[in-house]
């Protein structure tokens, strides 16, 4: 499917309080999660926060929630494990994709202090190894996820396994499981998510800082940001493991051997806690309307400036004036993970957890932050809906594809239209028009072709093309 038990009781919590005015919105985020769209004239159903850790077999979140450029409040629900240890404010969790959001701060310091040019070839800066076909991609390309690069996502290296190298995973070589990272289709011409592109990046900032990765990523980023729980070791050692909120799968089962190991570092290999990333986001907040501790204005600019499909060089960007927000989700085998702040005001949430379900709890979390402290967006929106005969329904069945992300089912169900992203885990899929439909839990929107075989799914800031691969079983 697209993204990779019971009930937790009782659900173990801890937190921390800049103000204890704050407890008043907390409980009301904690009690009243929203939908993600409701339908107009229709009473909109909320769920509380340990209903829906339940209900999606996620055993631990971490939040944090920042107002007014500082951390407000931190707070840890569940556990790290079955039966273990419970979820701190400190407790850690992989980053998952986070981690390019925050290699790309890394980049554009190392650009503002001129050992690095964001549109000069980067086979040029790279040293030990080239990009093949690559003389045309550069490091602004590779940030933006339009470099034409192939290979979207890692699947990482369970522990005991032999991991590949980095130029091993870049050629693809053995025990690499990955494809060779190459460049697949004209570089500049088109956006494509792609974890191989931040692999080409991570070697070349090797390169030029003549460092190990993990080492400048604390000296450019870390360090000056506060960030003291963070690290980019990998595979993390049996210290960080101490503190850290183990995977679970989409059934809350512990993936039996722990955390998977993940060498490239820049796409996925961040080790944090919810409370750094959002020093991470006060960072670039700050940057963005004054001098910060990392970036000035001006690199904070560019480094907010979307290039295609809204995606500037690490972060995704919506909205507009007040509005403008920028924010990344991650997905690593059992973590799942969202942070979104604004550029213009100090508000923003970090959301971390320990499943694989965890994607949709953290942006539902999210939803409830910005209903509760009156955020200009990511607010739940009302669609009007329309019944489908059931002729329409079965025409819309079906197994449909995502090139190089994955695929999605659609069924007709004792006389419901169900949406399938994840295997085991359906929805209703509402009408808007016969040919435009929606779910409720996400902002995730489908919109059909004529023909009904192929179409767009469109969840901001990304708009993927999909066909339909196989008819309804």
Not at 44 to 50: E, F, H, I, K, V
Not at 159 to 181: E, F, M, N, S
Not at 365 to 387: C, F, I, K, N, T
Request: glycine share 10%.
């Amino acid at each position: 499917m697209l993204v990779r038990l019971l009930r937790l009781a009782p659900l173990a919590l801890y937190c921390t309080f800049a103000n204890a005015a704050s407890i008043d919105p907390i409980a009301r985020i904690e009690q009243s999660l929203p939908p993600a769209q409701v339908l107009t004239g229709v009473q909109s159903q909320t769920a509380t926060l340990a209903a829906e850790m339940a209900r999606l077999h996620v055993p631990g979140v971490s939040i944090a929630v920042i107002r007014d450029g500082k951390i407000a409040w931190a707070k840890g629900y569940g556990v790290a494990s079955v039966g273990g240890a419970a979820i701190t404010p400190e407790t850690l969790f992989q980053a998952a994709s986070l981690s390019k959001s925050v290699t790309g701060l890394a980049a554009m310091r190392m650009v503002q202090d001129g050992v690095l040019a964001l549109d000069t070839p980067a086979n040029h800066a790279l040293t030990g190894w080239k990009l093949p076909g690559g003389d045309a991609v550069t490091v602004r390309q590779l940030l933006s996820h339009t470099a034409g690069i192939n290979v979207g996502g890692f699947p990482g290296y369970a522990p005991g396994t032999p991991v590949p190298t980095l130029l091993q995973v870049l050629d693809g070589i053995k025990p690499a499981v990955t494809d060779p990272i190459r460049v697949r289709t004209p570089p500049g011409t088109a956006w494509q998510y792609s974890g191989g592109g931040y692999t080409v990046l991570q070697q070349l900032m090797i390169d030029v800082d003549q460092q190990p990765f993990d080492k400048l990523m604390a000296t450019r980023v870390l360090q000056p940001l506060g960030m003291r729980h963070s690290s980019f070791t990998q595979p993390a050692t049996a210290a960080m493991l101490a503190h850290a909120a183990l995977p679970h799968n989409g059934a809350g089962k512990p993936y039996p051997a722990g955390p998977a190991t993940y060498p490239e570092l820049a796409a996925a290999g961040l080790w944090t806690t919810p409370s750094d990333l959002a020093m991470f986001l006060i960072g670039v907040q700050r940057a963005a309307t004054q001098p910060g501790q990392v970036l000035t204005q001006q690199s904070a600019a560019t480094l907010l400036t979307p290039i295609l499909k809204g995606y500037a060089l690490g972060v995704g960007i919506e909205g507009s004036g007040v509005a403008t927000s920028f924010a990344h989700g991650g997905h690593n085998q059992g973590y799942s993970n969202l942070m979104v702040a604004y550029s213009g005001r100090g508000d923003g949430a970090v959301v971390m957890t320990n499943g694989d379900n965890g994607d949709g709890l953290a942006r539902a979390l999210v939803r409830a932050v910005a209903q509760a402290y009156d955020w200009p967006s990511y607010l739940p929106v009302a669609r009007s809906h329309v019944a489908l005969t059931p002729a329409q329904s079965r025409a819309l069945a079906g197994k449909y594809a995502i090139k190089d992300m994955g695929d999605f089912d659609i069924t007709w169900e004792k006389g419901e239209l169900l949406f399938w992203l994840k295997a085991g885990q359906s929805e209703p899929l509402f009408a808007q028009t016969p040919a435009s439909l929606f779910v409720q839990s996400q902002a995730l929107n489908l919109t059909f072709d004529a023909g009904f075989d192929t179409g767009h799914l469109v969840m901001e800031p990304f708009d993927l093309r999909f066909e339909r691969v196989a008819p309804e079983k």
